[in-house]
């Protein structure tokens, strides 16, 4: 079991002036950067978003449609749906399976997105500390989701140690198989120096394939 050695980010298009300049930022970090009152930022960062929401020219941050309060408290232990999106708006989020980012750009209400790939081995040997994997996609809680909680974030190097026993353990699940492989890599906070594990930039227009060129 090991992490795949490209992880791939999808991001809004008009996001990617401010990602240039500032990196990858959460939303919880996007929203520091706003006018908003400290109310506002609060209610925004831990209830549920309905749709996409603009925070500025350069900045906007997706809905959370798939995630409703009501299907969460059936799966969540030990914590309430205004944690959890908390704790999913305070990270920076990376696919591990492209096939996955490819199904997430059809969600995107038709707006012009960019596919970032990355090197996970250069972003590990910078951020391994406050980087943890989630073995599902923990964005959606519909049709039968699964159980989660504070532990379903591991911590990588808790994960090259005992894969997701401490998530089992915390969560009173049955321990997933060692060669369950990541579905997300998270990273808390913010990833400034982003651009220097960039591999490839893809804008996706709509109905055009993506158009590639290399970082």
């Not at 209610?43 to 603009?54: E, S």
């Not at 026993?165 to 990273?187: M, Q, T, Y």
């Amino acid at each position: 079991m090991k992490i795949p050695n490209r992880v791939y980010h999808l991001l809004e298009a008009t996001n990617w002036p401010s990602v240039q300049r500032r990196g990858l930022l959460s939303t919880q970090e996007l929203l520091r950067l706003t006018d908003l009152s400290p109310a506002a930022r609060e209610r925004i960062a831990t209830t549920q978003r309905l749709r996409h929401t603009v925070l500025s020219d350069d900045m906007a941050i997706r809905d959370q449609v798939p995630m409703p309060a009501d299907a969460l408290r059936k799966c969540l232990i030990g914590m309430s749906p205004a944690e959890w999106y908390a704790l999913l708006n305070g990270m920076v989020f990376f696919w591990c399976d492209r096939d996955r980012l490819n199904r997430q750009l059809g969600a995107c209400g038709g707006r012009p997105q960019i596919v970032l790939t990355l090197d996970t081995e250069r972003l590990l040997a910078r951020h391994a500390q406050r980087v943890a994997l989630t073995p599902f996609n923990t964005g959606n809680a519909r049709r039968r989701p699964a159980i989660r909680g504070w532990a379903t974030f591991v911590p990588y190097a808790m994960w090259l140690a005992s894969g997701w026993c401490s998530e089992s353990e915390a969560l009173g699940i049955r321990e997933r198989p060692s060669s369950h492989a990541p579905v997300e890599l998270a990273v808390a906070g913010a990833v400034r120096d982003a651009a220097e594990f960039i591999l490839k930039v893809e804008h996706v227009q709509v109905d055009d394939f993506p158009r590639e060129h290399d970082a």
